[in-house]
T-cell receptor
Framework: GAGVSQSPSNKVTEKGKDVELRCDPI?????LYWYRQSLGQGLEFLIY????????KSGLPSDRFSAERTGGSVSTLTIQRTQQEDSAVYLC????????????????FGAGTRLSVL | RKEVEQDPGPFNVPEGATVAFNCTYS??????FFWYRQDCRKEPKLLMS???SGNEDGRFTAQLNRASQYISLLIRDSKLSDSATYLC????????FGAGTTVTVRA
């Protein structure tokens, strides 16, 4: 089926505004992840959802960041009161299940949302 | 210490050459490792999983040394299309990425 789908592909916003980024994982994948890649930086983990378990929010950089996953499928990452340092590519990934061994734990990435905060 | 440290390169090699590079990881309990490839302004894409015994996929060979906690990738007979950034990844349910090794294959 289709891969991981993210929208919008690009988002330009003004400092202080809220933004919502959407991720639609691969059908049947129980695990969903958000990562961020800032210009010239490596990818950093933000948050992880697995089934109905409480999400692992350990990577969220501040309380302005939140995410939810409705019905075990689509996820929304929300950034409130955006700052210029939030400018980055936000990548979503999904896997059949977390941990364990390949191929089930292989994470597939969406094309990302490029966020620019002016 | 970073969770995954990777030789940043860049490696600039002619077509047909062999290029190899490594990464090291800090968590001795980590069990699952991958190499991803990332093209400019694109998302990371899985290149290959890395297994303890070492594994090969066409022109690509990956090795894992658990005792020394390092992972290597070797590319034989380099093609222009191999030009990319190669990401060393440790999967402890969440992925920890190296900063990437840039490889440029020139004609």
């Amino acid at each position: 089926g289709a891969g991981v789908s993210q929208s919008p592909s690009n988002k330009v916003t003004e400092k202080g505004k809220d933004v919502e980024l959407r991720c639609d994982p691969i059908s049947g994948h129980t695990a969903l992840y958000w990562y961020r890649q800032s210009l010239g930086q490596g990818l950093e983990f933000l948050i992880y959802f697995q089934g109905n378990s409480a999400p692992d929010k350990s990577g969220l950089p501040s309380d302005r960041f939140s995410a939810e996953r409705t019905g075990g499928s689509v996820s929304t990452l929300t950034i409130q009161r955006t700052q210029q340092e939030d400018s980055a590519v936000y990548l979503c990934a999904s896997s059949l299940r977390p941990g364990g061994a390949p191929p089930a734990n292989i994470q597939y990435f969406g094309a990302g949302t490029r966020l620019s905060v002016l | 210490r970073k969770e995954v440290e990777q030789d940043p390169g860049p490696f600039n090699v002619p077509e047909g050459a062999t290029v190899a590079f490594n990464c090291t990881y800090s968590n001795s309990a980590s069990q699952s490792f991958f190499w991803y490839r990332q093209d400019c302004r694109k998302e990371p894409k899985l290149l290959m999983s890395v297994y303890s015994s070492g594994n090969e996929d066409g022109r690509f060979t990956a090795q894992l040394n658990r005792a020394s906690q390092y992972i290597s990738l070797l590319i034989r007979d380099s093609k222009l299309s191999d030009s990319a950034t190669y990401l060393c990844v440790v999967n402890d349910y969440k992925l920890s990425f190296g900063a990437g090794t840039t490889v440029t294959v020139r004609a």
